[in-house]
């Protein structure tokens, strides 16, 4: 995240929501974050899809994720899938699927984790939710249901 691009002051609410329901939350690295730091220009795709070696930043931040998802299934968890942030360069799934995102899915299909998915859209604040929370509630059914 960028200061002053935040949509929420936190925790996005509905994340808050999961965790009293009882859902476990795995936060995904931000590569952004990690690679560039917390005073980083905004960039786009391209320019994150080309600075050298990002991509493979972003598989090696990934393998912990990965594992950690098929311990827990071994567990007998349910994994109901992944939140993306729609237009993030890193985090978007659906339209131009973001960097991280893109080797996520790669790294899901490897593993045979399923890839249902949930995205913030652009419009989504804290005091402005719109119709997230039917898009939450199907996401989660999805989930179960593909289990």
């Known amino acids: 995240m960028i200061h002053g691009w935040e949509r929420a002051r936190g925790a996005f609410p509905f994340a808050i929501d999961?965790?009293?329901?009882?859902?476990?939350?795995?936060?995904?690295?931000?590569?952004?974050?990690?690679?560039?730091?917390g005073g980083r220009p905004p960039m786009t795709y391209e320019?994150?899809?080309?600075?050298?070696?990002?991509?493979q930043q972003c598989?090696?931040?990934?393998?912990p994720m990965i594992q950690q998802i098929q311990a827990y299934?071994?567990?007998?968890?349910q994994y109901l899938g992944v939140?993306?942030?729609?237009?993030?360069?890193?985090?978007s799934i659906s339209g131009q699927r973001g960097v991280l995102m893109e080797e996520f899915f790669a790294e899901c299909q490897k593993a045979q984790i399923g890839t249902n998915f949930l995205e913030v859209?652009?419009?989504?604040t804290e005091e402005a939710r719109g119709d997230f929370n039917e898009q939450l509630q199907m996401f989660l059914e999805r989930g179960v249901r593909n289990e």
């Open 18 to 37: 999961l965790l009293s329901r009882g859902v476990a939350l795995i936060q995904l690295p931000c590569p952004e974050f990690i690679v560039l730091g």
């Open 47 to 55: 320019e994150y899809r080309d600075l050298p070696a990002f991509r």
């Open 59 to 63: 598989q090696a931040m990934l393998q």
């Open 73 to 77: 299934q071994m567990e007998g968890y």
């Open 83 to 91: 939140i993306g942030i729609n237009e993030s360069p890193n985090c």
């Open 121 to 124: 859209p652009t419009w989504y």
